[in-house]
């Protein structure tokens, strides 16, 4: 997923920015032609920023 983000800042602009692609790719859907892969896709994205999101969270409780 790119290049490891340390600070506090850098962790909150990344979680911003991944909200933001998501926010743009499920703006593009349309109920006409969006299908089963395209959810399972978008699930997929979430996921993993779910588990980013958790991997800071651990840092922070960690005092990193």
């Known amino acids: 997923m790119g290049k490891s983000v340390q600070d506090k800042a850098s962790q ?3 979680v911003q920015n991944r909200v933001q692609m998501l926010h743009e790719v499920v703006a593009t ?3 006409e032609s969006v299908d089963v892969e395209d959810l399972e896709r978008f699930l997929t994205m979430m996921s993993e920023l ?7 969270k651990q840092d922070w409780e960690e005092g990193r």
């Open 29 to 31: 859907y349309d109920a």
């Open 12 to 14: 909150l602009r990344y």
């Open 50 to 56: 779910e588990i980013k999101i958790n991997r800071f």
